[in-house]
C-alpha cells in the first residue's frame, strides 16, 4: 500500500544542522530511552531497510487515533514519544553526509469503527443514536461541517498535530478499506481464517466464542458492523457467508463493504503498511501480543514498540474520558504550554504518572532549568537531557542556554499575593523589581508564563488561599522582620534579603524548632500557603515595601 506524503501544513522545519560524527557515537551508548528504542530497530535492520532493489527507503513509525473522540494529551504523547524515537534512529543512523536514514511517520485514524455510544460533548446527538452501530465515516456529521462524524474528529486530529508541527501523513482506515487498498489484506485474512481464528479464541469467554469472526460485514440492509458469525466461501474472490437481519446470504468483503475485528486489524495494519514501530499503552498489551502473531500469521512481523504506563489522577485512580478525572490538553497548555507539558511526557515512559493540574508548575521550572544547562553540558550529558530531544523534534537544533529571569513558582506566589484579580500590567510592574529590562517583548517567554500563571491563579490558587493569624511567637518574629526590612529598604538585594530571613528564623528568642518551621509561618501567614518560594526572591520582586504591608496585615490578624 502507498502511503501518502507528510501533511504539509504539519511539516516542520527542515534539520539544517548535520549530524556530526561525535553526536552519532554518543549516540550509540545513551541511555536516554529514545536512542534505547530507536537501537532496536537498528537491530531490525542492522544494514538499513532496504526495498527490492537494494535501495534504502523509509522506516515506518505509526500512530493510532480512534475518531469517536477528541484528540487529547493521550494522543500528543504517543505522536511526541514516536517522533523522538524516530529522531533518535536518524541520528543513529547519520552517514558521512550528517544525514540519517529515511523515516516515515503516519497518524493512522480507525474511523471504520462502529459508534458504541453518543459521545456527551456533542451537538445535535440524536442523529448518532440513529446511526449506532454504522462506521464513523459513514454517519452524518453532527457539528454540520464536514462530510462524516469521522471526517470532523479527523479533521480536528490534523489540527491538533498541526498545531504543534508534527511531521505525519494522515491515512484513515475508511479510505483504505473503500478504496481497495486493504483488499489484498483482507484476503490473507480469510486464506488464513481458521488460523486467526486459533489464535483469538482461546482469548474469548465461551459466550463471546460463538459469535466471534475476524471479519465484521457491514450489513447490506442496516449499514450496521456487525458481530455475526462468519464463514469463508471464497478467499481469492472476497466472499464470505452469515445470516444477517434473518437472511443467510453470501457477501463480498473488498471495497469497503467489511471491516476486521480490532487484533486482527491491528496486524493486519502492520502488514498491508509495512510497519516498523509503533508503541502503545500498558492496556494493550495483551492486544499487541496477539496482534503480532497475527501479522505473522498474515506474512508480517510485528513492530518494535515501547509499551509505556498510563496516567493516575491524583488519587492513585486511572484517568476515565468517563470519569472526567483527568487533566486536558487545554489545561496544561493554558497553566503550563506546550514546553513543559513535552518535557512531562518525556521522562520515565514505563512509570506511571500522576496527571494533574499540581504536576503543572514543576514541570515548567523543571523544563526551563535543563533548558539552560544544555550548552554547558558535555555531548554525552547533553543526549540524557530531554531539552535536547525536544529542541529538535520538530526540525529545530538543540541549542538552549536561555533562562527565565523568574521561576514559574515565584510568579505564581506574586499573582497569589495580588489575588484573582490580578493583570498582565500589574505583574510586569511588579517584574521591574526585581529585573532591569522588564519588557514583555524583551522576554516573550516569560510573558507567556505570566499569562499562565494568571489563569492559573484564578483557576486553582486564588480561590484556595486562606491566610491564618501568626502565634504569639510567630507575631515577634514577624514584627523583628518587618524592621530588618525597613533598614533594608528596596535597594536590598535577593540575597540579602535571604539572609535576613534566614537569621530571624535562626534567633533562638522567638522558639522555632527548625527553619522548616519559620518559613512555614511566613508562607501560611503572608501567603496563605503551606508551600512557598525562596523568600529573599518573593520580597525583592513584590517588593520592600508592598512585603511590609503583608507582615501589617498578618499582625493585625494576631
Known amino acids: 500500500m502507498t502511503i501518502p506524503p507528510a501533511n504539509s501544513a504539519a511539516n ?6 548535520a549530524i556530526s560524527p561525535e553526536l552519532v557515537a554518543a549516540a550509540q551508548t545513551s541511555k536516554a530511552w529514545p536512542f534505547e528504542e530507536a537501537r532496536r530497530l537498528l537491530k531490525r535492520f542492522p544494514q538499513g531497510k532496504r526495498g527490492p532493489d537494494g535501495a534504502l527507503v523509509p522506516v515506518l513509525f505509526e500512530t493510532g487515533y480512534g475518531p469517536s473522540g477528541l484528540p487529547h494529551i493521550g494522543t500528543f504523547q504517543e505522536v511526541l514519544r514516536t517522533t523522538l524515537v524516530r529522531r533518535a534512529y536518524e541520528v543513529l543512523t547519520a552517514g558521512a553526509n550528517g544525514r540519517g536514514h529515511p523515516t516515515r511517520l ?6 471504520m469503527d462502529g459508534l458504541r455510544k453518543v459521545p456527551d460533548n456533542v451537538p445535535n446527538g440524536a442523529v448518532l443514536a440513529a446511526h449506532l452501530g454504522h462506521p464513523l465515516s459513514r454517519i452524518p456529521d453532527p457539528f454540520g461541517c464536514c462530510a462524516s462524524f469521522a471526517a470532523h474528529n479527523n479533521a480536528l486530529l490534523c489540527a491538533f498535530l498541526d498545531r504543534f508541527c508534527f511531521d505525519y501523513a494522515f491515512v484513515s482506515a475508511s479510505e483504505s478499506y473503500d478504496s481497495g487498498a486493504f483488499d489484498a489484506a483482507l484476503r490473507g485474512v480469510l486464506r488464513h481464517f481458521d488460523a486467526i481464528m486459533a489464535i483469538m479464541l482461546p482469548t474469548l469467554r465461551e459466550e463471546r466464542r460463538k459469535t466471534y469472526a475476524p471479519v465484521l460485514p457491514i450489513s447490506p440492509a442496516s449499514g450496521q458492523v456487525l458481530q455475526v458469525p462468519v464463514s469463508v466461501v471464497d478467499a481469492e474472490a472476497g466472499l464470505v457467508r452469515f445470516v444477517d437481519d434473518g437472511r443467510e446470504i453470501t457477501h463480498c ?16 495494519r502492520w502488514t498491508a503498511l509495512g510497519v516498523d514501530y509503533e508503541m502503545c499503552g500498558k492496556d494493550l498489551t495483551d492486544s499487541h501480543l496477539y496482534s503480532g502473531r497475527i501479522a505473522q500469521v498474515l ?4 513492530p518494535e514498540g515501547l509499551i509505556y504506563e498510563l496516567f493516575l489522577d491524583e488519587n492513585g485512580e486511572k484517568i476515565s474520558k468517563s470519569k472526567g478525572n483527568g487533566l486536558t490538553i487545554d489545561q496544561w497548555l493554558a497553566y503550563g504550554g506546550e514546553e513543559s507539558l513535552g518535557f512531562y511526557l518525556f521522562r520515565e515512559p514505563k512509570s506511571a504518572k500522576s496527571l494533574h493540574v499540581r504536576v503543572v508548575p514543576r514541570a515548567v521550572d523543571d523544563y526551563w532549568q535543563f533548558r539552560e544547562k544544555l550548552p554547558t553540558q558535555p555531548i554525552e550529558q547533553q543526549l540524557g537531557n530531554p531539552v535536547w530531544h525536544l529542541l529538535r523534534a520538530n526540525g529545530g537544533d538543540a541549542v538552549g542556554g536561555d533562562a527565565l529571569p523568574v521561576t514559574y513558582g515565584l510568579l505564581l506566589n506574586l499573582v497569589g499575593v495580588l489575588g484573582a484579580g490580578a493583570t498582565r500590567a500589574q505583574v510586569w510592574s511588579y517584574l521591574g523589581n526585581y529585573i532591569a529590562d522588564a519588557d514583555p517583548e524583551k522576554h516573550p517567554h516569560l510573558d507567556r508564563l505570566v499569562t499562565a500563571a494568571l489563569a492559573y491563579n484564578r483557576d486553582h490558587i486564588a480561590p484556595t488561599l486562606k491566610r491564618r493569624a501568626p502565634a504569639a511567637q510567630e507575631a515577634a518574629a514577624l514584627v523583628a522582620l518587618d524592621a530588618a526590612l525597613g533598614d533594608a529598604g528596596e535597594v536590598a538585594t535577593p540575597e540579602a534579603l535571604q539572609n535576613l530571613v534566614y537569621a530571624i528564623g535562626k534567633d533562638e528568642a522567638f522558639g522555632f524548632a527548625t527553619l522548616r518551621d519559620w518559613f512555614r509561618a511566613l508562607y501560611e501567614t503572608l501567603l496563605g500557603s503551606s508551600q512557598g518560594p525562596r523568600m529573599g526572591s518573593f520580597i525583592a520582586l513584590y517588593g520592600v515595601a508592598n512585603t511590609r504591608r503583608l507582615i501589617a496585615e498578618a499582625l493585625a490578624a494576631a
Open 299 to 302: 506474512g508480517g512481523r510485528r
Open 12 to 17: 516542520g522545519p527542515a534539520h539544517n544542522a
Open 106 to 111: 503516519i497518524a493512522f485514524s480507525d474511523d
Open 253 to 268: 468483503v473488498f471495497g469497503g463493504a467489511a471491516k476486521l475485528q480490532w487484533k486482527v486489524d491491528w496486524g493486519m
